[in-house]
């Protein structure tokens, strides 16, 4: 029986440290919590993961920007069928079994001209036909060298349009990146000021239990000597009751906000977080033009809507030339020849040539092609004057900002000041209620205003920090720095 003590002891003592040490302890300012959010948080990755497409995209234009190889074969082809085939001394056509077998190989370099629009090409190519019956022969058909250029000939040049067009994607995607992960920053901190307003509503709810229990131990001796009547002894036991549920209530809202906090930073959901709440930023006064100015060069919507105007040309000059014809050209030049051994198919090549044009010209189309072409027209103006929307929205948004942010430095001033007033008053109160000189509504409404003035330094700084980070997402500017905000990993 006494072994059985000491072991489940022992169990209690080493699962009691497990515990004890799962629940890891992090002091955690608002710089860190930022920097956690940039590099670890889930919604960073995710924009970090959006932001690969489009460099791996962008990537993939240039190359087709170079030369490409590539191998074009087919290694075995078998077939047997019936065949058609003219007697001339009998004059008359029979079926016969026709039986083959064919292999072919080929190398083909393609170079886009990117000032003309076309595409130069070069091939070199050997081919071997078996024919099995009456008769088997083999036979190789041989292409040296072959070069050739083909180009549309109604003056749209695809390659001008994708050279504007895809580093306007990738710079757009880059603004993209900054500004998700700074919208995550963003978060970070609304997140931050939960817990710390959180953290700060619990540290009030156990001081004012507290000061409940003080108050009413003295209201109870009061009472007992007539100094105050039952009614006010039991607002009081109602104050201590109210402190407590509010105590409770204080404790769950702290651990769902700390919570919420190490789940957004990648913690364990367990960490213990201990905050920092940070101070205003002394002397930092943000100028209007320059953080508009900031913005029309950072924020991707600028970009964005570039972009979809740019596009939006590129279609309209394609169907302006196609809308009344199709017209293109493709000549090639080089050797051939056939043998039926492979030496001599190298032997003595022979010129081949090709010159093809192609037209195309719609008689009927019912105006198709006109009411493209109306409707990419149509495209263009709606994306001009969408990028104009977005400029002016954007900017008023920016000043907007700016002006919340400069007058939250003195909201945060004067709260400070309130709440040293708040507090102050307070303490004078409780001390005049020990000396029996103010009655419990003057204690109540004095305990009330220095909550509230609690609350609302503790608010007016998450505001102050909010609309600071806010401001940097919408300019992707850094005004502690002074440095543009970029994310892209080189």
Request: aromatic share 10%.
């Amino acid at each position: 029986m006494r072994y059985r003590i000491f072991f489940g002891f022992w169990v209690l003592m080493v699962f009691g440290g497990v515990t004890g040490f799962a629940q890891q302890k992090v002091v955690l300012d608002l710089e860190r919590a930022v920097r956690l959010a940039t590099d670890s948080s889930l919604t960073a990755q995710k924009h970090q993961s959006v932001y690969d497409i489009s460099r791996y995209q962008y990537l993939s234009w240039v190359a087709t920007r170079k030369p490409q190889i590539s191998l074009e074969a087919t290694p075995f082809l078998h077939e047997r069928y019936m065949t058609q085939r003219y007697l001339s001394f009998e004059d008359i056509d029979e079926f016969r079994m026709q039986q083959d077998l064919y292999s072919q190989a080929g190398i083909t370099i393609t170079q886009a001209m990117e000032p003309w629009g076309g595409e130069f090409y070069g091939s070199s190519k050997l081919g071997f036909l078996h024919t099995f019956g009456e008769i088997s022969q083999n036979q190789f058909m041989t292409v040296p060298i072959s070069v050739g250029y083909r180009q549309n000939l109604l003056f749209y040049n695809p390659w001008k349009w994708a050279k504007k067009i895809e580093p306007l994607k990738l710079s757009c995607a880059e603004q993209e990146l900054s500004y998700g992960i700074e919208t995550a920053s963003e978060q970070a901190v609304e997140k931050f000021f939960n817990l710390a307003m959180a953290q700060d509503g619990l540290r009030m709810a156990e001081k004012l239990l507290a000061s409940c229990d003080t108050i009413y131990a003295i209201a109870e001796r009061r009472f007992n000597i007539a100094s105050i009547s039952k009614a006010e002894l039991s607002m009081l036991q109602l104050d201590k009751t109210n402190a407590r549920i509010a105590l409770a209530n204080a404790r769950i809202a702290y651990t769902r906000a700390m919570q919420e906090l190490a789940t957004y930073l990648g913690m364990d959901r367990s960490t213990y977080l201990e905050l920092e709440v940070p101070d205003l930023m002394q002397g930092l006064r943000i100028d209007t033009e320059e953080a508009v100015r900031n913005a029309r060069e950072n924020n991707p919507r600028y970009m964005e809507s570039r972009q979809a105007t740019e596009e939006a040309r590129r279609d309209a000059a394609k169907a302006r030339v196609e809308k009344n014809l199709n017209l293109s050209l493709d000549v090639s030049i080089g050797l051939n020849q056939v043998a039926y051994r492979f030496v001599d198919a190298y032997m003595h090549p022979l010129l081949q040539d090709v010159a093809m044009v192609t037209l195309s010209v719609p008689i009927v189309d019912w105006g198709k092609r006109k009411n493209a072409y109306l409707a990419a027209m149509s495209k263009v103006e709606a994306a001009e004057s969408s990028e104009q929307e977005v400029a002016r929205d954007t900017e008023l948004d920016v000043m907007l900002t700016v002006n919340d942010f400069n007058e939250q430095q003195t909201i945060v001033e004067d709260s400070q000041e309130a709440l040293d007033i708040a507090e102050d008053a307070y303490n004078q109160t409780l001390l005049r209620f020990i000396k029996a000189q103010a009655s419990t509504t003057d204690l109540s409404l004095a305990q009330t205003n220095w909550l509230t003035a609690q609350q609302n330094k503790i608010a007016s700084l998450q505001n102050y920090w909010i609309t600071y980070y806010r401001l940097r997402r919408l300019t992707l500017y850094d005004y502690q720095q002074r440095q543009v905000i970029r994310y892209v990993r080189k």
